[in-house]
Each structure stands twice: as structure tokens, then as C-alpha cells.
């Protein structure tokens, strides 16, 4: 690695630490009712810049100066990430590459990655437990709408350190990353248990227009703003989505800070004129 990269990478690496605290306040309402002990995030640009966040310091510290490349596991569910879904991909008990050995080191085990790609970029949010938690695992399968409502939730509160390509917040891959099937990893004989949402789930999502960009909805935040469209208030939303009226409101909000719509009647304008993504 160069000198330079090294310098970026250390930049990089102080910023996920001091964001550290947020991170925990912001995670802590779901990873302990859930019995997790980590959750991570990451961006990864096609340039082969990247953030990572991790409520594991000690694992964010690692990272940043010895890992170069995702492994082949992860890299195959990066590869395997559709374009509008969340692709799903549940840790295998036995590590088979180095980036697996590593998380087992730093104490994450039993994890599940969620991984959806952007225009230019993939991102990643990660949970885990400790060693001694094998019972959390089999449980993913059941609760995954809580984990993609969380998601949304972290998304909304963290949109003002991970909505960033400043200098001195990312740092550098060795090589250039380029998402794509990668057909000599998915056929080398190796079976892995892959969660696939895009399989499992059908998850009708908009794209709508903001203010400056397009920007992509959650399932959750597609199914308010369609009924919202509709003409239907917050307690009507609520009761057709069998959700507090209190949880409608946030994922309106959301709607609001991701396209800088303010009022409900610009966004229903704007989800009328979406175009539905399958």
C-alpha cells in the first residue's frame, strides 16, 4: 500500500472511531432485545473507496490497516446483490476464508449480512453475535422484517456520517472494486447458505424524484407513501400496514429527508409519478 493510501486509510479509520458513539446509540435499541452484540455498516464505491463503521472498534481498527479484499464468501454476495433488492447472506458456521477467520478473532459469530447496491456503490449493514449465541442465528429467517426496519431507521439517523465522499472519511481498497457476477466463484463447487431476498421476499420498491436526485425507498417507507398517494391519513396507513401510527409517521419523515420533499402533498405528486421497481 502507498503512503498515501495509508495516510487515507488512517484518516478513514479515525472518523469511523469517532463516530463510534452514534453508532452505539443509534444500534443499541435493536441489537440487544435481538441477543447481537455487533452491527456494522459499510459503503463501497465502484473506485475502490469505502466507509465502515463498526460498533467493534477494535474490529473497525483491524480492518482499516489489514484488510485488502472482502474473501471469497462475502464477494460472492456482493457479486450476487440485485440492483433494487436487499440480497441476504446468513455466515457460514465454519470459516473458510480469512475474512471469516478474522470477524470469529475479534468475537462476531453467527452473523447476517444485508447488501443493496446503489448507482455507483454497495452497501452493507452487518449483525453478529458472541460464540456462545448459536440459538440467535436459526432465528434470522423469522424476524427479518425487524431487520429491514431497523435498516430504515439507521439509515434515516445516520444519514449525516454515512451521506458523505469527503476527503479524509473513506478509505482505499488496493485494487479497484467492480460489482459483477462473477461465475468462476459461483461454480467452483462450493455451496453456501445464501438468504436471498430477491428469491425469498418480493419487495415492490420506488424510485422517486427529490429535490436534487432519485432516491430509493425501503419497502416499508414504498408501502406508507403508496397508501399516502391514495389519499389515506397516518391512522388509516396504520391500520392497513398493522403498524402504530407513531411508526407511519417515521417513515413518512424518512421520505421527507431522503428527497427533501416537506410536505405531504409534494410527495404524494412524486410517488404517483414513480416508477414502480421489480
Same mark, same amino acid.
Given at each position: 500500500?502507498?503512503?498515501?493510501?495509508?495516510?487515507?486509510?488512517?484518516?478513514?479509520?479515525?472518523?469511523?472511531?469517532?463516530?463510534?458513539?452514534?453508532?452505539?446509540?443509534?444500534?443499541?435499541?435493536?441489537?440487544?432485545?435481538?441477543?447481537?452484540?455487533?452491527?456494522?455498516?459499510?459503503?463501497?464505491?465502484?473506485?475502490?473507496?469505502?466507509?465502515?463503521?463498526?460498533?467493534?472498534?477494535?474490529?473497525?481498527?483491524?480492518?482499516?490497516?489489514?484488510?485488502?479484499?472482502?474473501?471469497?464468501?462475502?464477494?460472492?454476495?456482493?457479486?450476487?446483490?440485485?440492483?433494487?433488492?436487499?440480497?441476504?447472506?446468513?455466515?457460514?458456521?465454519?470459516?473458510?476464508?480469512?475474512?471469516?477467520?478474522?470477524?470469529?478473532?475479534?468475537?462476531?459469530?453467527?452473523?447476517?449480512?444485508?447488501?443493496?447496491?446503489?448507482?455507483?456503490?454497495?452497501?452493507?449493514?452487518?449483525?453478529?453475535?458472541?460464540?456462545?449465541?448459536?440459538?440467535?442465528?436459526?432465528?434470522?429467517?423469522?424476524?427479518?422484517?425487524?431487520?429491514?426496519?431497523?435498516?430504515?431507521?439507521?439509515?434515516?439517523?445516520?444519514?449525516?456520517?454515512?451521506?458523505?465522499?469527503?476527503?479524509?472519511?473513506?478509505?482505499?481498497?488496493?485494487?479497484?472494486?467492480?460489482?459483477?457476477?462473477?461465475? !468462476? $466463484?459461483?461454480?467452483?463447487?462450493? &455451496?453456501?447458505? /445464501?438468504?436471498?431476498?430477491?428469491? %425469498?421476499? @418480493?419487495?415492490?420498491?420506488?424510485?422517486?424524484?427529490?429535490?436534487?436526485?432519485?432516491?430509493?425507498?425501503?419497502?416499508?417507507?414504498?408501502?406508507?407513501?403508496?397508501?399516502?398517494?391514495?389519499?389515506?391519513?397516518?391512522?388509516?396507513?396504520?391500520? !392497513? $400496514?398493522?403498524?402504530?401510527?407513531? &411508526?407511519?409517521? /417515521?417513515?413518512?419523515?424518512?421520505? %421527507?429527508? @431522503?428527497?427533501?420533499?416537506?410536505?405531504?402533498?409534494?410527495?404524494?405528486?412524486?410517488?404517483?409519478?414513480?416508477?414502480?421497481?421489480?
Amino acid at each position: 500500500m502507498s503512503t498515501f493510501e495509508e495516510s487515507e486509510n488512517l484518516s478513514a479509520l479515525n472518523y469511523s472511531l469517532d463516530t463510534k458513539e452514534k453508532l452505539n446509540s443509534i444500534s443499541e435499541v435493536f441489537l440487544t432485545p435481538f441477543g447481537l452484540t455487533t452491527f456494522g455498516y459499510k459503503r463501497v464505491y465502484n473506485d475502490g473507496h469505502y466507509m465502515f463503521l463498526s460498533t467493534n472498534d477494535q474490529w473497525a481498527q483491524y480492518h482499516y490497516q489489514n484488510i485488502h479484499d472482502h474473501g471469497a464468501f462475502f464477494q460472492t454476495a456482493m457479486n450476487n446483490t440485485c440492483t433494487q433488492d436487499f440480497y441476504r447472506v446468513q455466515w457460514p458456521i465454519n470459516p473458510n476464508d480469512h475474512f471469516l477467520e478474522s470477524l470469529n478473532h475479534f468475537g462476531m459469530w453467527h452473523g447476517i449480512n444485508f447488501y443493496r447496491r446503489g448507482p455507483d456503490y454497495l452497501e452493507l449493514w452487518t449483525f453478529s453475535t458472541s460464540v456462545d449465541q448459536a440459538n440467535v442465528s436459526p432465528n434470522y429467517i423469522n424476524t427479518l422484517k425487524y431487520f429491514e426496519e431497523f435498516i430504515a431507521y439507521f439509515n434515516s439517523k445516520a444519514q449525516e456520517i454515512i451521506n458523505t465522499r469527503e476527503s479524509g472519511k473513506l478509505a482505499k481498497f488496493k485494487d479497484t472494486v467492480i460489482f459483477g457476477t462473477n461465475d !468462476a $466463484l459461483l461454480n467452483n463447487g462450493n &455451496t453456501y447458505k /445464501f438468504l436471498n431476498i430477491c428469491d %425469498k421476499m @418480493k419487495i415492490d420498491k420506488l424510485i422517486i424524484k427529490g429535490i436534487t436526485e432519485n432516491v430509493s425507498l425501503t419497502k416499508r417507507e414504498t408501502d406508507c407513501g403508496k397508501l399516502l398517494s391514495a389519499g389515506r391519513g397516518t391512522k388509516e396507513i396504520a391500520k !392497513a $400496514l398493522d403498524l402504530s401510527p407513531r &411508526t407511519v409517521e /417515521f417513515y413518512i419523515n424518512s421520505i %421527507k429527508e @431522503k428527497t427533501g420533499l416537506h410536505s405531504r402533498s409534494q410527495i404524494r405528486d412524486a410517488i404517483q409519478n414513480a416508477v414502480k421497481m421489480f
